[in-house]
């Protein structure tokens, strides 16, 4: 187990021996660089014809690139952080990780409510507890369902939301490969 999964399994009382991953880390247990961005191209959506409508701008279209070691150890992290989801209604659990620039990674669950509308995304959990302790920048998210193998890609509302604070190139790490935030969210809402 790597020092950085150990930490969070201290905090977390996760016990998972099974983890082949090894993250750069500084003494204090934070990543020393960045998770890699993803590189965005861009894409006209030319066999679009006459009556389907047609977007207004041109959307970037994003390789979607392969996991490697440290977005496969975050998604590892993912799926120790979801054990703590409180899903009592729909069933299905999701963990997220939000790295910081600063290199402090922030976990989230979704949490439900009896009030159906009252409950919240797990990105959007893990953003609200990093913009608590101050954070402004962000290297990565990873996120996971209930189904390991199956993408969880994130609602839209969340895509907005990691738009007010991360770039079209910030790196959204789901099961299948990762993506960039701008090919998820081509026209984000700005004010
Ligand atoms: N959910 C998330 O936490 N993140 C997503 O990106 C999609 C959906 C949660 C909300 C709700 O608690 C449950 O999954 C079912 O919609």
Do not use: W
Not at 58 to 75: F, G
């Amino acid at each position: 187990m790597s020092r950085f999964i150990k930490h969070l399994s201290d905090f977390f009382a996760v016990t998972d021996d099974d983890d082949d991953f090894e993250l750069p880390l500084d003494e204090s247990g934070k990543l020393i660089r960045p998770i890699g961005t993803v590189r965005a191209v861009e894409h006209s959506f030319k066999t679009r014809s006459a009556g389907q409508g047609s977007p207004t701008g041109s959307p970037q279209q994003t390789e979607v690139l392969p996991l490697d070691d440290e977005s496969r150890a975050l998604l590892e992290i993912a799926k120790a952080v979801r054990d703590k989801a409180y899903a009592k209604y729909s069933g299905f659990h999701v963990g997220a990780v939000l790295v910081a620039a600063s290199g402090q990674v922030y976990p989230g669950v979704n949490m439900e409510n009896a009030s159906y509308p009252a409950g919240l995304c797990a990105e959007r959990a893990a953003f609200a507890a990093a913009i608590t302790a101050g954070e402004r920048e962000f290297s990565a998210i990873a996120i996971i369902g209930s189904d390991d193998d199956a993408p969880c890609y994130p609602c839209g509302i969340c895509r907005q939301v990691m738009a007010e604070f991360c770039p079209p190139e910030f790196p959204v790490i789901l099961s299948d490969g990762v993506y960039s935030l701008g090919s998820l969210l081509p026209h984000s809402f700005e004010l």
